[in-house]
């Protein structure tokens, strides 16, 4: 039974790293938009916390400190994730607002 509910753990803190940071790529993609430290780029970072908070509760990992360096690291690597979309889409032509899921649809829209 032990096993299981560390199996069962571990799967669960694979899942919240991994939606962690698709959580994150469209905020990046925001802040890589908005002028830095403006009030859209303080929330383009904020406003995800409480998704992961979420996240941690429903599927009881909880707040052992073991799981902050991974979940911190997926969420920054989210939010550089975006960012980096941001400047290849830029570098490629491609008009860019402040959000992802648009861009993509206008630029499938004119392809």
Same mark, same amino acid.
């Given at each position: 039974?032990?096993?299981?509910q560390?199996? =069962? !753990? =571990?799967? #669960?803190?694979?899942?919240?790293?991994?939606?962690?940071?698709?959580? #994150?790529?469209? @905020?990046?993609?925001? *802040?890589? #938009?908005?002028?830095? !430290?403006s009030?859209?780029?303080?929330?383009?970072?904020?406003?995800?916390?409480?998704?992961?908070?979420?996240?941690?509760?429903?599927?009881?990992?909880?707040?052992?400190f +073991?799981?902050?360096?991974?979940?911190?690291?997926? +969420?920054?690597?989210?939010?550089?994730?975006?960012?980096?979309?941001? !400047?290849? *889409?830029?570098?490629?032509? +491609? @008009?860019?607002? =402040?959000?992802?899921?648009?861009?993509? +649809?206008?630029? =499938?829209?004119?392809?």
């Amino acid at each position: 039974m032990f096993t299981e509910q560390k199996k =069962s !753990k =571990s799967m #669960n803190l694979i899942l919240v790293t991994l939606v962690t940071f698709l959580i #994150n790529i469209p @905020f990046g993609y925001w *802040r890589a #938009n908005v002028r830095k !430290k403006s009030l859209q780029w303080i929330l383009a970072i904020h406003i995800p916390v409480p998704f992961v908070v979420f996240l941690r509760i429903y599927s009881e990992i909880g707040f052992a400190f +073991y799981t902050y360096p991974i979940i911190v690291a997926a +969420y920054f690597l989210g939010q550089f994730a975006g960012v980096r979309i941001s !400047k290849i *889409r830029k570098q490629a032509g +491609y @008009f860019t607002s =402040s959000c992802l899921v648009m861009d993509y +649809y206008r630029s =499938s829209k004119a392809d």
